[in-house]
Nanobody, 110 residues
Framework: VQLQASGGGLVQAGGSLRLSCVIS????????MGWYRQAPGKQRELVAT???YYAESVKGRFTISRDNVKNTVYLQMNRLKPEDTAVYYC?????????WGQGTQVTVSS
């Protein structure tokens, strides 16, 4: 399984980005996928899942979605804050994680 995240970039606070994660190979189910992020010097944290979980810090600002035909998971991020700066990854939630992809860098300037 390969997880290719893209769509990151540099954005000003208050701006928006849409991340995509293309899943190649056979996975258990796209319904158990989610987005994670890792900020410099911090542990990787779960941000959102297809099942409907959102970290408190992103509730109301981020929306996760999926395209079953394209085998792609998206993360729409609105009203971005400097503390959202991190490398974002997609992966399975629960069970055995797939090999982590390189992720996509999101940098939010104040």
């Amino acid at each position: 399984v390969q997880l290719q995240a893209s769509g990151g970039g540099l954005v000003q606070a208050g701006g928006s980005l849409r991340l995509s994660c293309v899943i190649s190979g056979e996975i258990f189910s796209i319904n158990v996928m989610g987005w994670y992020r890792q900020a410099p010097g911090k542990q990787r944290e779960l941000v959102a899942t297809i099942a409907g979980y959102y970290a408190e810090s992103v509730k109301g600002r981020f929306t996760i979605s999926r395209d079953n035909v394209k085998n792609t998971v998206y993360l729409q991020m609105n009203r971005l804050k400097p503390e959202d700066t991190a490398v974002y990854y997609c992966n399975r939630v629960g069970g055995t994680r797939y090999t982590w992809g390189q992720g996509t860098q999101v940098t939010v300037s104040s």
